[in-house]
Every structure is written in C-alpha cells, then in structure tokens.
C-alpha cells in the first residue's frame, strides 16, 4: 500500500482524491481500484459521511463504464445514507446525480422530481455547482418535454450560473499560483525525507504527476465551457422559434408587437395585423390524424412565410 505508516483516515482521503483524479482523466479501472480501497477504509472506521462520498464517486465511475443499474443502486444507497445523517450537501448532489442518470435512460418523470429535489436543497445550503447542473439538466429536460418558457428560465439561471463559477474558477487558479510557491517549499522538505524513506519519495512523485494530470484537465474543462456556451446561443436562439413551423413562438411574436406598437405610435404610421385561422382543421387532425394535420401546419407556414416581405413578421 503507497500509504503504509499513514493514519486510516488520511488514507482513506488520499485514495479517494487520487480515484476521483484517474475518473478525471479517464483511467476508470485504475479509479475503481482506489476508490474502492478508500471505501472500505472509511467503512472499518465507521465513518458514514466518508462512506458514503466515496460511495457516490463509484457510482459516477460506473456512469462512465456505462453500467446504469449499478450506478442507480450506488447513489441510491448514498442518498439513503446521507439523508439517515442529514448530510444535505451530499443529499443534493446525489439527487442531482439520479436525476440525470433517469433522464438519460429516458424515465423522465422521476428524473425531473429527483432534479427538482436537488435544485431546492441547492438553493437552501447556497451550493451553486449543484444549482448549475441542475438548472443545465432540467432546461435539457423542459426543452425535450415542449415547455420553452420553462427551458429558457433554467437556462437562463444557469448561464448565470456558469458566469459566477467561472469567476470562482479565475480566483481559484490565482491562489494556485500560490499553491505552487508553497509545493516548492514542500519539494525541498520532501528531498530530506527522501534520504529516509524512499518510498515516500516515489509516493511524492506519483501525486506530483496526477496534479499535472489534473491541470491538463482543468485546461480541456475550459475548452468544454467555450463549446458549452457557443451551444447555450444555440439553444436560446431556437427558444424564440416554434418547433414544428419554424416560424416565431408566442413569446417572440409578443416582443415584436410591443416592438412594432412602439414604432407605429412614434412615427404616426399605421400598424397591420393580420390573423389567419385553418378551416377545417379539427377535421383533417380527426379524418387523418394529428401527423398529417401537422404537415398542414408546415405547409401552411411555409407558405405564408415564402411570401413575407423583410419587413413583415410572421408567428405561430
């Protein structure tokens, strides 16, 4: 054991820490194995907290293997353990956990509940990293389940989300300019134990190498938000569409109404609204169905909108 001499609580930390480091940068097995030791450790000392962590940190891995039902059975366990202790921070994230895990093996209902249950638990202990997942996960959600107004306020509560934990981020890699000043002191404390123990000193290397290892990932992370947010100008531009026609949403028309109101009173110009309804269309949805009255919408809305001039404004 590379922690041999340490005390079990240490190094029931430094093996998780180092497992969620090779989780990180993608080496799973190598993440189970120590995670697995820092589990068993934590559960001789009976420290339940520890436990449970660790716990939920497997069931992670097992998402990344693709192993859904022993995840589901991993963050279940850890939630029920983190709720007998009134852990709620641990709580929060494991629900956030289950809720994404659901939606990803499309079991929606319980997903969004699980991710509802986060978001407020979030909010109560103020942990914005729990409350920027789960606003991310549940605008995914609403925009899949056809609720755009919903969507668009989660994503909008994440995008200031994402800005504030960025900043923390900015500060964090500041005070580990500091952090790398106070290693080379550690270098040359770490030189004279290495004339004792040369096995501490190779255990020294070992997580010299993994903090590299976890800088480049923190670089790729940063990488990861830009594509994040060039996708977020995406998805808020699709907001202001309707889905099947394409042409404005209700929200959208009712910014370019009090848009185009403005003008016509400012300038004394007249203002024209036209409003068109389809005859007969309960009956084609009731004869044909409701795909095929949904190609009529298309139709129709193609049309009118292949006949717009730039100026005009056409919605659904």
């Known amino acids: 054991d590379l922690f041999a001499g340490s005390d079990d609580i240490r190094r029931s930390q430094a093996h998780n820490a180092i497992g969620e480091i090779h989780r990180r940068g993608g080496d799973f097995q190598a993440a189970l194995n120590h995670l697995q030791k820092g589990l068993k450790i934590a559960e001789g000392l009976g420290d339940k907290r520890a436990a449970l962590s660790i716990t939920a940190n497997i069931g992670h891995v097992c998402v990344d293997l693709k192993q859904p039902a022993r995840a589901e059975r991993l963050f279940t366990k850890a939630l029920q353990d983190a709720t007998a202790i009134g852990d709620k921070q641990n709580q929060a994230e494991c629900l956030q956990a289950l809720g994404d895990l659901l939606l990803e093996q499309h079991q929606e209902g319980l997903g969004f509940s699980y991710l509802t249950q986060a978001l407020a638990l979030a909010e109560e202990l103020g942990s914005r990293v729990v409350a920027h997942r789960a606003h991310r996960s549940l605008a995914a959600a609403c925009k899949r389940a056809g609720e755009p107004r919903s969507a668009l306020e989660h994503f909008e509560r994440f995008h200031q989300l994402d800005r504030e934990i960025f900043t923390e981020a900015a500060e964090r890699r500041r005070q580990g300019l500091s952090a790398q000043l106070e290693m080379r002191q550690a270098e040359r404390t770490a030189e004279v134990f290495r004339l004792k123990n040369v096995e501490l000193a190779k255990t020294f290397q070992q997580l010299k190498d993994l903090h590299r290892s976890l800088q480049q990932a923190d670089t790729q992370k940063a990488r990861l938000v830009n594509s994040l947010n060039r996708k977020n100008k995406q998805l808020e531009a699709m907001a202001r569409e309707d889905s099947l026609t394409g042409l404005l949403n209700r929200r959208s028309l009712d910014l370019e109404l009090a848009k185009e109101f403005s003008k016509a009173r400012r300038f004394k110009q007249q203002l024209e609204v036209a409003v068109a309804d389809i005859d007969f ?32 404004t056409a919605a659904r």
């Open 281 to 312: 269309f309960r009956r084609i949805n009731e004869l044909y169905g409701h795909q095929a009255g949904d190609e009529v919408l298309k139709v129709v809305a193609g049309l009118i909108d292949k006949h717009l001039r730039k100026i005009h």
